[in-house]
Structures are given as structure tokens and as C-alpha cells.
């Protein structure tokens, strides 16, 4: 009788036997593996004395198997001719070979976007740790608004200073150095805030080496994101990522005040020091283990031929000791003319500015906003300041798959982005108008308000937060760097000003309301007039400039 048997389309195992009464004895013995392969011997040897009617024919065929198929030809063959004695051996030898957890066996482009999403998570906490924090230290060392403005404003200094350095440094040495680099000296930085808190000068030094470390991030993302993810998924993959900058400011809001109150301030800072190095501890050992026979190159996912039709590609890291010539060479290299040439560009510019006004500066006054204003106190005022990062999960989750879906389905790239960065700055700013006059609302209303507003301002991660990508794969991490030094000003000036605005009119509505709606609507008007996804070439226009 001949038994064949398809385990896929493409991988089958063809086992010739005769007819008979005799079993066959069934050996498998596993070679050398070989690249994402294992090769396995199966050999059919005859139970009785000859090859005539009642015997096998004996025969060696090789099998090219992934290792979790390995399994499966033994069940396979052990369940077709039986034998309790060869199922015991066989399920020795499968359990052996099975993979052994759900983590190994996924891609590893899910592995990249998972683990940079947890940091993005961690230097959320930072940034809203802070928010929570400086309530207690302002009244421990007699800080008045505009102290405690410049303080939180300091950190976003760094974060600007870092940006393009950063999106350089993603392009040279590759997101995953860089960003494992900038997490280690966040970390250092929180670290060591306790001590230098009551020296006002020191404190704002550490919390601007903070911005630093966290500034590189975003330009590290958009690199790994560019080299490694394919369009269709691309807008799923920066709503992961920059997902986990909202469960980091919902967890750090949940468990900030806690912490302060049992343990004292000083010790969330100690917690967010040790949680980043904890991370690049379980990253760098994460890259060991998959890059071994491949150090410095990190492949993603299956080849462009696999079998789930994704693109993938390799993310070459440069060797540390690259000499001087060949930094300078690669800095000489960037097209910086063709890029301040671009509408598209200078149009991402404005964009990522009007946002980060509003985001920055709700970020680290709602807080305040919700103690002085709504009366509330700090657990209370950290609780309700949870809604709008945990209902902006909730909004990425939604329209990062529609937008990708639209984007599949035919429909233009740019009027995708368009519509979704439209929605992210028309909906913020129509809900902080509604908060900001004396309607003699109720503070459950206001908080709603506020919560649906910066919410729904997370459709720009499906819209400006993807055209970096979408128009130069190339250079994606140093268009982002551009943009995001720009967008930090507001960090810095946007923060500050309102809390001297704040000393000065005794007004939420004139110092925190009011510039964010400015800027949306502004942004809005700028973003649907220059804004494309088109790819471009800006090697190439610089060449013909």
C-alpha cells in the first residue's frame, strides 16, 4: 500500500511500503538544524525477512520541515500504523522538537513592536509620573506655577534637543541601538531626581538629560517601523507602538499617587528608573537569542516569498567603531535642501506642532486642572485624568484597522491620512471649546468632554504619524526627528507659558484652552491644504537642485 501524506502545499512526506501484514519500524533522526529548517531522515525498514508481497521496501526519503512540523509526521505516521511502543518513542521525540512557548513561535517583526510599544509605555509613566509628582514637591519646596511650569517644561527642552541627532543616529546605527541606548540614560536621569530636587538648577538639568533619553525613541520607532513593516500593516503597527505610550500614562495615573502617598515621591522616581533598565536588560537578551548566527542584522517576519505574502526586510546596525569619515560622509548624505523644499513636509512640521501643543500641555496641567478647578484630590484628580489616555486606546484600536483596511481596499493613501489627521485636530478642539465656557456644566460633563476630545485626537496615529513612513521609507527616522524637534517647542514654551499665564489671569480658559483650540483648527487648515503620502524622492530632487 502507498501512503502519502501532505502536511502543506509545499512540504509532503512520501513514505513506499508493500502490502501486508507486517508493521514497519519507523526512525526519524533529526540533523544539524539549518536556517529556520530542520533536515530529517525518516527511514521505513521491513519487520519481516524479505521484499516480497508480505514485506517493505526500504527506503530513506529526506523531509525539509520547519521544526513545529516535527510533531505532526511523527503523529502522523504513528497514527496510521500504530504500535504503543513507537507512539511512546514518538511522542518523546515530538515533545522535543514542539516549540516550546507561544513568545518564540511568533514573527519577529511582532516581537520588535511589542517590545518598542513597552517602552514607549515606560516613558509615558515618566512623563505622567511627573504631572502627579509635582503637586507634593511644589508644595514641599514652595514652588508657585510658574516654577513648577519650568520645571515640567524642562524635560521637553531635551526631548527637542534630541530629536534630530536621534532620527541621524536611527538611519546610521539602526532604531534598535538607539533606542536601547536613549532608554538606559532616561533611566540614569530619573534616577537620580530625588537628590538634586531641592537644587533647582540641578533638577531641571536631570529632567532635560530625561528628554534626551526619551527624545530618541519616536525617531527609532519610525525606523523600525519603515525598514520592517509592510503599508497594509503600517498603520496597525505605529497604533501599537504609540498605544503603549497611552497604557503608560494610564498606568503611571493609576499607580503614581499610591505610591506617593505610602512611599513618598521620591520613590516613583526610583521604580521608572529601575522598570527602564529592567526593559533593556529583557531586550538585549531577547536580541541574543534570535540574532545569534546573525549579530548585528535583525530579520523580520518571512521572506518576501513567504507563505503569508509579507515584506520583509533586514535592518543592517553599522559597527560601533564606524570611522569618523564615514559619519560625516552619511550626515553629507542627507538630502536636508529637498526636504525644506517639500509642502508635504513643512506641512507635517505645522501639524505635529498644533498637536503637541494641545497634547503637551493637557498632559502636564489636567492634573492641576482637575485638583484647583474640579475640586478633586490627588488620587481623585490622577483617577479621572486616566480617561482620556485609556479612551484613546479604545480610538486606535478602531481606526488603526480601518484606516489600514481603506488603504487595502484601493482608496488614496493621502485621503486616508487626511481624513484621520482632520478628525484627530476638528474633534480636540470643538470639546475644549465646550470645557472652556462658563456653561455652568457640571464637573462629570467637563471631565467627559476633555476625555472625548484628547481621545479622539489619537487619529493622527493613522494619519500624521504615518506619512514619515509613507513618504520616504529611507529617511522616515529623520523626517520624524525634523518634525518632532518642532513639535517639542510646545513642550517648552507651550507648558511654561501656561503656567505664567495661569499666575497672571488666574484663567484655565485664556492659558490652557484657549492656544490648544487655536492650533487645532490652524493645523487642520494647513494639513488639508499641503499634507501627502505620496512617495518621494528626495535623494534624487536634491541631485537636481
Known amino acids: 500500500m502507498a501512503a502519502a501524506s501532505a502536511l502543506r502545499p509545499d512540504r509532503h512526506l512520501l513514505l513506499l511500503a508493500g502490502a501486508g501484514r507486517h508493521r514497519p519500524l519507523l526512525r526519524v533522526l533529526p540533523r544539524r538544524p539549518g536556517r529556520g529548517r530542520h533536515a530529517v531522515t525518516v527511514r521505513v525498514v ?138 538606559v540614560a532616561w533611566s540614569l536621569a530619573t534616577s537620580v531626581i530625588p537628590f538634586v530636587a531641592g537644587f533647582l538648577p540641578g533638577l531641571v538639568l536631570s529632567r532635560i538629560l530625561v528628554g534626551i533619553g526619551e527624545g530618541v525613541s ?96 533586514a535592518v543592517s546596525s553599522k559597527s560601533s567603531n564606524s570611522s569618523l569619515v564615514d559619519t560625516q560622509s552619511s550626515l553629507k548624505d542627507v538630502p536636508w535642501g529637498a526636504f525644506f523644499r517639500s509642502k508635504a513636509v513643512w506641512a507635517m512640521i505645522y501639524a505635529h506642532f498644533c498637536g503637541s501643543w494641545g497634547h503637551y500641555t493637557c ?3 489636567l492634573p492641576t486642572f482637575f485638583s484647583e478647578k474640579l475640586n478633586l484630590s490627588l488620587t481623585e484628580a490622577a483617577w479621572v485624568s486616566v480617561l482620556p489616555p485609556l479612551c484613546s486606546m479604545v480610538v486606535t484600536s478602531i481606526v488603526a484597522p480601518f484606516a489600514d483596511k481603506l488603504i487595502s481596499n484601493g482608496v488614496d493613501t493621502t485621503k486616508v491620512r487626511k481624513i484621520c489627521q482632520t478628525i484627530s485636530f476638528v474633534s480636540p478642539a470643538t470639546f475644549l ?58 513642550g517648552v514654551v507651550g507648558v511654561a507659558l501656561t503656567g505664567y499665564l495661569l499666575d497672571s489671569t488666574h484663567s484655565w480658559s485664556i492659558s490652557l484652552f484657549a492656544p490648544a483650540i487655536f492650533f487645532y483648527l490652524t493645523g487642520t487648515v494647513v494639513w488639508l491644504a499641503f499634507a501627502s503620502s505620496e512617495p518621494q524622492d528626495f535623494a534624487k530632487s536634491e541631485r537636481e537642485s
Request: charged share 15%.
Open 46 to 183: 521491513s519487520s519481516g525477512d524479505g521484499e516480497g508481497a508480505g514485506g517493505f521496501v526500504a527506503s530513506a526519503v529526506e523531509v525539509e520541515t520547519l521544526p513545529v512540523l516535527v510533531p505532526v509526521v511523527v503523529e502522523e505516521l504513528v497514527g496510521e500504523w500504530g504500535g504503543e511502543e513507537k507512539q511512546e518513542e514518538a511522542a518523546a521525540l515530538g515533545g522535543a522538537a514542539r516549540s516550546p512557548s507561544w513568545w518564540e513561535g511568533l514573527p519577529e517583526r511582532y516581537k520588535l513592536i511589542g517590545a518598542t510599544s513597552l517602552a514607549f509605555a515606560i516613558c509615558s509613566m515618566d512623563k505622567v509620573n511627573l504631572s502627579v509628582a509635582i503637586i507634593p514637591m511644589a508644595h514641599q519646596y514652595g514652588w508657585n506655577s510658574s516654577t513648577a511650569g519650568l520645571v515640567q517644561s524642562s524635560f521637553f527642552l531635551g526631548f527637542a534637543l534630541s530629536q534630530l541627532p536621534g532620527g541621524w543616529l536611527a538611519k546610521l546605527f539602526g532604531g534598535r541601538k538607539v533606542l536601547v541606548a536613549g532608554i
Open 218 to 313: 519616536p525617531s527609532s520607532a519610525a525606523d523600525l517601523i519603515a525598514r520592517n513593516i509592510p503599508l497594509q500593516e503600517r498603520s496597525r503597527a505605529v497604533s501599537v507602538v504609540y498605544d503603549g505610550s497611552s497604557f503608560g500614562s494610564v498606568l503611571g495615573l493609576l499607580l503614581a499617587p499610591p505610591i506617593i502617598q505610602n512611599l513618598g515621591w521620591e520613590s516613583s522616581f526610583y521604580i521608572l528608573g529601575l522598570l527602564g533598565i529592567i526593559w533593556c536588560l529583557g531586550f538585549q537578551s531577547l536580541k541574543a537569542q534570535r540574532l545569534g548566527d546573525n549579530e548585528g542584522t535583525l530579520n523580520l517576519g518571512p521572506s518576501s516569498a513567504g507563505s503569508d505574502g509579507l515584506i520583509s526586510s
Open 363 to 365: 498632559l502636564s496641567w
Open 433 to 490: 471649546m465646550l470645557s472652556s465656557m462658563d456653561l455652568g456644566l457640571p464637573p462629570w460633563a467637563i471631565v467627559a468632554f476633555l476625555t472625548t476630545g484628547l481621545a479622539l485626537s489619537n487619529f493622527a496615529l493613522s494619519g500624521l504619524y504615518c506619512t514619515h513612513q509613507d513618504i520616504s521609507r529611507e529617511y522616515a527616522s529623520i523626517l520624524l526627528g525634523i518634525t518632532t524637534t518642532i513639535g517639542s517647542v510646545p
